[in-house]
């Protein structure tokens, strides 16, 4: 087979390459998946109830980006979402992000009078406050909440996410779920904020339909590497893999999941709850909230527990954000840069820590690289 591009992993990255190449450039892309589904992460199927189950965790996209939102609009109808967590402190559900409303949830209403106050004093109303920088704040009542909080709500939830202490990670992952001095209940605050009408495998699956792609499932792309003939490859798999791991394996974080399946309509308030303090597992999803099913008779819930990624056994979901980190992934970026034919991209070709829209962005971006280079 000749094809112009063989794109290697048909998650957000490769699927909107393939996609953009094929239909505005007029070439011919060959998508070569390793598992048996398109989609990545964010693959979605029915179960035997009817209910829409995220087989990798919850996705729920959201973002500020027009441009993203009005792309992926292409490919799928919208259903409004807003996502609402709690997280389970001392006993108490309350609201995630840590906000006003949570700290009416935890305590006295004079003590929550008081630090309320001193918060938007200090911060301003409708502030975002990563809690890293909460606790470099003076006012022995401020430094208080932001000991109970840091302790309570992000120093063992961390732990069990990553393995490490909050100050021992990029202020990327502690920034990305900040104390909010509002009374704001929503998880995301981003302009668009929706779930696919139809789910996400129903978006990929449209995206890909284009006569110029075709898409090989089941595959590693080493084994029909050989037999394709191609100009230029797109790699969004791991980037140390791709070297044989020259410069040692990047490090990476896993999951486990486990689902369970309960006659009923609900099981939880929310679309999720989180478990900092108690429990193995991190967090419990119920994907009839994400997914609007409320007419279904039966109910789908998703336990994650966080583990270390082991080559072949489990999948690489987070790259780890440490400088040490960073500085071996520069060690491939130099490889990757000798190579005139081959392009890296998405969460685990360019090690970072993308969001989905943030992924179809950077995705968006190199093809008009790729089409006024």
Same mark, same amino acid.
């Given at each position: 087979? !000749? #094809?112009?591009?063989l794109? #290697?992993?048909a998650?957000?990255t490769?699927?909107?390459?393939?996609e953009? %190449?094929?239909?505005?450039?007029?070439? &011919?892309v060959?998508?070569?998946?390793?598992?048996n589904?398109? /989609?990545?992460?964010?693959?979605?199927?029915?179960d035997?109830h009817?209910? @829409? #189950?995220? &087989?990798?965790?919850?996705h729920?996209?959201?973002?500020?980006?027009?441009? #993203?939102?009005?792309?992926?609009s292409?490919?799928?109808?919208?259903r409004?979402?807003?996502?609402?967590?709690?997280?389970?402190?001392?006993?108490?559900?309350?609201?995630?992000?840590f906000? @006003?409303a949570?700290l009416?949830? @935890?305590?006295?209403e004079? +003590?929550?009078? !008081?630090?309320?106050e001193?918060?938007i004093?200090h911060?301003?109303?409708?502030?975002?406050?990563?809690?890293?920088?909460?606790?470099?704040?003076e006012d022995?009542?401020?430094?208080?909440?932001?000991?109970?909080?840091?302790?309570?709500?992000?120093?063992s939830?961390?732990?069990?996410?990553?393995?490490?202490?909050?100050?021992?990670?990029?202020p990327?992952?502690?920034?990305r779920?900040?104390?909010?001095?509002?009374?704001?209940?929503?998880?995301?605050?981003?302009?668009?904020?929706?779930?696919? $009408?139809?789910?996400?495998?129903?978006?990929?699956r449209r995206?890909?339909a284009?006569?110029? %792609?075709?898409?090989?499932?089941? /595959?590693?792309w080493?084994e029909?590497e =050989? =037999?394709? &003939?191609f100009?230029?490859?797109?790699?969004?798999?791991?980037?140390?893999?791709?070297?044989d791991?020259l410069?040692?394996p990047?490090?990476?974080?896993? @999951? *486990?999941?486990?689902?369970e399946s309960?006659?009923?309509?609900?099981?939880?308030?929310?679309g999720?709850?989180?478990?900092?303090?108690?429990?193995?597992y991190?967090?419990v999803?119920?994907?009839?909230?994400?997914?609007?099913?409320?007419y279904l008779?039966?109910?789908? +819930?998703?336990?994650?527990?966080?583990?270390?990624?082991?080559?072949?056994?489990?999948?690489?979901?987070?790259?780890v954000p440490?400088? =040490?980190?960073?500085?071996r992934? *520069?060690l491939?970026?130099?490889e /990757?840069e000798?190579?005139?034919?081959?392009?890296f991209?998405?969460?685990?070709?360019?090690?970072?820590?993308?969001?989905?829209?943030?992924?179809?962005? *950077?995705?968006? $971006?190199?093809?008009?690289?790729?089409?006024?280079?």
């Amino acid at each position: 087979m !000749k #094809v112009d591009w063989l794109i #290697v992993g048909a998650g957000y990255t490769g699927a909107v390459l393939a996609e953009r %190449i094929a239909s505005q450039l007029g070439q &011919k892309v060959l998508v070569v998946e390793r598992r048996n589904h398109i /989609a990545g992460n964010a693959y979605d199927y029915y179960d035997e109830h009817g209910v @829409l #189950v995220h &087989k990798y965790g919850p996705h729920i996209f959201h973002t500020n980006s027009k441009k #993203v939102f009005d792309h992926l609009s292409r490919f799928t109808e919208w259903r409004p979402y807003y996502h609402r967590v709690r997280a389970v402190i001392e006993g108490k559900e309350i609201p995630l992000p840590f906000s @006003l409303a949570s700290l009416r949830a @935890l305590f006295s209403e004079r +003590l929550a009078d !008081k630090l309320e106050e001193k918060l938007i004093a200090h911060c301003g109303y409708g502030a975002r406050v990563p809690i890293l920088k909460l606790k470099e704040i003076e006012d022995p009542d401020l430094r208080f909440l932001a000991d109970y909080v840091y302790k309570n709500v992000f120093e063992s939830y961390t732990l069990k996410q990553w393995g490490l202490r909050p100050e021992e990670l990029s202020p990327t992952v502690t920034a990305r779920v900040p104390v909010l001095v509002s009374y704001d209940t929503r998880y995301f605050q981003d302009t668009y904020q929706a779930m696919p $009408k139809e789910g996400y495998t129903a978006l990929f699956r449209r995206m890909l339909a284009h006569p110029n %792609i075709k898409v090989l499932l089941g /595959a590693d792309w080493k084994e029909v590497e =050989e =037999e394709i &003939k191609f100009d230029r490859l797109i790699f969004t798999g791991p980037m140390d893999e791709f070297f044989d791991y020259l410069h040692g394996p990047l490090p990476y974080r896993s @999951l *486990r999941f486990r689902l369970e399946s309960h006659p009923g309509p609900w099981f939880q308030d929310v679309g999720t709850v989180n478990y900092p303090n108690e429990h193995p597992y991190t967090r419990v999803t119920e994907f009839k909230h994400l997914t609007g099913q409320a007419y279904l008779p039966h109910t789908v +819930l998703c336990y994650e527990y966080p583990e270390a990624y082991e080559p072949k056994k489990n999948e690489p979901y987070y790259p780890v954000p440490r400088e =040490e980190n960073e500085e071996r992934y *520069r060690l491939y970026l130099r490889e /990757a840069e000798k190579l005139e034919t081959v392009l890296f991209a998405g969460r685990l070709g360019d090690y970072r820590y993308y969001n989905m829209d943030q992924a179809v962005a *950077r995705a968006l $971006k190199l093809f008009e690289e790729l089409a006024h280079g």
